[in-house]
């Protein structure tokens, strides 16, 4: 069974518009999530992550996560996207080890 | 602290051949990941080390791969008989426990 599901493999938005990403994943007990993005050729690099506490995570870049956990997701937002936002977001599960979902490429319309 | 390195950044190779790939953690990182990222897809996870411990192995480490973490800091993954199948991207991560796991920049394999 799928871990963690991106469900949008890719989403266009223009610049200066709002974004959401969206990530589900699967219960267990706890639950220590992540998104990072990947720009292109290179690794990847943290945006923020929810171990506990505060469902609302603030990370880099003015990205921001809403951990619910009735409706087992993980959304990632941004209320005003630039240019340099192009990449590829993945959201994860951390369980020792991580789980990937098959990430979300970001195109921002000039 | 100059973050996870990783060598070389790409590597071409011919069918049948043997590679290897270094990587160096964080500094006083205790754990060491190594996963698998294809084409289009997300990282999968290969093996992890706790300081010199080898403590899991995933299905996806063929009997071809070996990695070894000697002294409990730099990490070697080493493909034998490499096949076109083992073209994807390798990335090494650190942590210091069972948290955030930081990654390195990554060797790109291209096997002919």
């Known amino acids: 069974a799928q871990s963690v599901t991106q469900l949008d493999s890719q989403v266009p938005v223009f610049e200066e518009a709002p974004v959401e990403l969206r990530c589900n994943y699967s219960s267990s007990v706890s639950v220590y999530l992540f998104w990072y993005v990947q720009y292109p050729n290179q690794g990847l690099q943290l945006l923020l992550k929810y171990l506990s506490g505060s469902t609302l995570v603030k990370g880099i870049n003015g990205f921001e996560a809403e951990f619910n956990k009735s409706q087992t997701s993980f959304h990632l937002r941004k209320p005003s996207v630039h240019i340099s936002d192009t990449a590829e977001y993945f959201c994860a599960k951390l369980n020792e080890k991580l789980t990937f979902g098959t990430g979300t490429r970001l195109t921002i319309i000039p | 602290d100059t973050g996870v390195s990783q060598d070389p950044r790409h590597k071409i190779t011919k069918r049948g051949q043997n590679v290897t790939f270094r990587c160096d953690p964080i500094s006083e990182h205790n754990r060491l990941y190594w996963y698998r990222q294809t084409l289009g897809q997300g990282p999968e996870f290969l093996t992890y080390f706790q300081n010199e411990a080898q403590l899991e192995k995933s299905r996806l480490l063929s009997d071809r791969f070996s990695a070894e973490r000697p002294k409990g800091s730099f990490s070697t993954l080493e493909i034998q008989r490499t096949e076109q199948g083992d073209s994807a991207m390798y990335l090494c991560?650190?942590?210091?426990?069972?948290?955030?796991?930081?990654f390195g920049p990554g060797t790109r394999l291209l096997v002919l």
């Open positions: 991560a650190s942590s210091t426990g069972e948290e955030t796991q930081y």
